[in-house]
C-alpha cells in the first residue's frame, strides 16, 4: 500500500530536548517536505527537499533541521524545542513540488 | 506569498451549494485543492495547472483563472461527507507548495 508515515503520532517532551521526527514514503517519490499546521495559519511549509541530499528552507525553518540521506527518509529534527513549536506537524512527499501530495497522518507535538 | 482563501467559513444544508476561492498575488504554475477532516492527513481534492482549465469530479469542480491569479471550488448538491477544512495550494514553479489558511465547511442535515 502506497502511504507516508511518521512516527511518533503523539509527543510530550520538555523545553530542550533533543528530539526526531521520522517521515518514510514507499512510493518512490523525489520530492519530500515538512509543514506545520497551527489554527489559523494553515499548513506553513518548514523545509522540503527535491532529491538525496537537497534540502531547502520552506517559509518557517527557525528551530529545525532536516536531512535527506535516502530517497525514501525525510526526518525533521529539533535540536533544542520550544514551546512555539507545539504544533501539528505533516509530512508529504509526491513526485514534484507542483504534483499530487500524499501526506502522513501527521505527529502532534507538545513542548512544555 | 501565502495564497488568500476566502470565505473563511461556510455553513450548509444538506443539498446547498458553496463555492471557496483562492487567489495570488504572483503569477501561477498550479494550483491545488485538499480536504481535512478533523484529526486526519489533508486529502488531495484535483490539481489544476496554468492554462485556465476547469476540472472536476462528482460533483466537486474547479476552475482557475491564469489572468486574474485565482481559482474557485464548486460543491454543489453538498452531502454531510463534503464536511472539513478545504485548503488551496499554490505552485509558484515545480520547487514549492505553498497552502492557504484554509476554509471551514459544515454541512447539516
Known amino acids: 500500500e502506497a502511504q507516508v508515515t511518521q512516527n511518533p503520532r503523539y509527543l510530550i517532551t520538555v523545553t530542550g530536548k533533543k528530539l526526531t521526527v521520522t517521515c518514510s514514503q514507499n512510493m518512490n517519490h523525489e520530492y519530500m517536505s515538512w509543514y506545520r499546521q497551527d489554527p489559523g495559519l494553515g499548513l506553513r511549509q518548514i523545509y522540503y527537499?527535491?532529491?538525496?541530499?537537497?534540502?531547502d528552507k520552506g517559509d518557517v525553518p527557525e528551530g529545525y533541521k532536516v536531512s535527506r540521506k535516502e530517497k525514501r527518509n525525510f526526518p525533521l529534527i529539533l535540536e533544542s524545542p520550544s514551546p512555539n513549536q507545539t504544533s501539528l506537524y505533516f509530512c508529504?512527499?509526491?513526485?514534484?513540488?507542483?504534483?499530487?501530495?500524499?501526506f502522513g497522518q501527521g505527529t502532534r507535538l507538545t513542548v512544555v | 506569498q501565502q495564497p488568500v482563501q476566502s470565505p473563511q467559513a461556510v455553513i450548509l444544508r444538506e443539498g446547498e451549494d458553496a463555492v471557496i476561492n483562492c487567489s495570488s498575488s504572483?503569477?501561477?504554475?498550479?494550483v491545488h485543492w485538499y480536504r481535512q477532516k478533523h484529526g486526519e492527513a489533508p486529502v488531495f481534492l484535483m490539481i489544476?495547472?496554468?492554462?485556465?482549465e476547469q476540472k472536476g469530479h462528482e460533483k466537486i469542480s474547479a476552475s482557475f483563472n491564469e489572468k486574474k491569479q485565482q481559482s474557485s471550488l464548486y460543491l454543489t448538491a453538498s452531502q454531510l461527507s463534503y464536511s472539513g477544512t478545504y485548503f488551496c495550494g499554490t505552485s509558484y514553479n515545480t520547487d514549492k507548495l505553498i497552502f492557504g489558511t484554509g476554509t471551514r465547511l459544515q454541512v447539516f442535515p
Open positions: 508529504a512527499s509526491s513526485f514534484g513540488g507542483h504534483t499530487e501530495a500524499f
Open positions: 527537499s527535491m532529491n538525496v541530499e537537497v534540502t
Open positions: 489544476l495547472l496554468k492554462g485556465g
Open positions: 504572483k503569477a501561477l504554475y498550479s
